[in-house]
């Protein structure tokens, strides 16, 4: 079997700014982008449209190739969170920019709850800490409560979630996010392509992971994220698989949010390649390599 993972190609169509929890503003991260040799990128922030024309604009200006994009938290059966990616949105349209506010106003009281569970054993002044790394409010996550708690010497680099902010652990708070349906409808009708993020994150089972493609199909998405920082290279190859199986579009994307991350070798905006057998995402959008 061939190693796909040795060369990289200057396409990433999942990354985060600082308008959700990544840490760099649009223009730091799409210079850093160019400077790592990206082509073509795409804007993703977490349940926000709001940096996408800045990047849009300053994207043309630098000669690289944009794409606006969305990050879409999903709640599926079992109160089960998934992310659905939409590439190639409207950042303007009106069903997607309503919904989505809707949504981002919930992040601050589900901030203040993972506070208070973390206070309850032992960890003081987290939505304070938290709040540091957030420069908008409605943009709070469990990521920014992760680098509180790394920066704070409470986990390890990478360990923070597994240890207090994953389901079951002391700061996990359950939130009703969109619909699945709802979420690739905003998607759809904007002009976006739905893309399942991340799947090998799930932990799913394989007969789950089909019932979620199988529903999300049905509901007119089209794509799933066959390349991701958080997939190995079986995991690469398994989605792969799964996508050749299910007709699924295949997409590709560094999930960057910070320079600190890089102890996973994240690159903003160049990933490695696609197995052969996938039928690109990219091609949709006029790409060719």
Not at 53 to 71: D, H, P, T, W
Not at 127 to 154: P, Q, V
Not at 259 to 275: M, Y
Request: proline share 4%; charged share 20%.
């Amino acid at each position: 079997m061939p190693n796909i993972l040795i060369n990289f190609i200057p396409i990433d169509f999942h990354c985060h700014s600082n308008h959700s929890d990544g840490a760099l503003p649009v223009k730091e991260l799409l210079n850093l982008a160019k400077s790592n040799g990206s082509k073509y990128i795409a804007l993703t922030d977490h349940d926000t449209v709001d940096g996408v024309s800045e990047a849009r604009a300053y994207a043309n200006e630098i000669g690289l190739g944009f794409i606006g994009g969305v990050e879409i938290s999903v709640t599926w059966t079992g109160n089960t969170l998934i992310h659905i990616l939409g590439l190639n949105v409207d950042e303007t349209n009106e069903e997607l920019v309503n919904n989505l506010a809707i949504m981002r106003n919930s992040r601050i009281d589900r901030g203040r709850r993972i506070a208070s569970n973390l206070a309850k054993i032992g960890i003081p002044n987290a939505f304070e800490g938290a709040m540091a790394y957030c420069e908008n409010a409605k943009a709070l996550s469990r990521t920014h409560f992760n680098r509180f708690l790394i920066d704070n010497g409470y986990a390890k680099p990478g360990k923070a979630f597994d240890k207090y902010l994953a389901p079951g652990k002391p700061g996990y708070v359950v939130q009703q996010w969109a619909s699945l349906e709802g979420a690739i409808k905003w998607i759809t009708n904007s002009g976006g392509i739905a893309v399942i993020a991340h799947p090998s994150r799930y932990k799913f089972t394989r007969t789950k992971l089909l019932r979620l493609i199988d529903e999300f199909k049905q509901y007119g998405g089209r794509g799933i994220e066959v390349v991701s920082s958080s997939h190995s290279r079986d995991d690469v190859m398994n989605i792969a698989h799964i996508a050749k199986l299910t007709g699924l579009l295949s997409s590709i994307g560094s999930d960057f949010h910070n320079i600190e991350a890089n102890f996973k070798r994240i690159l903003v905006g160049v990933n490695p390649p696609l197995p052969e057998t996938c039928q690109p995402i990219y091609t949709e959008f006029g790409i060719t390599l």
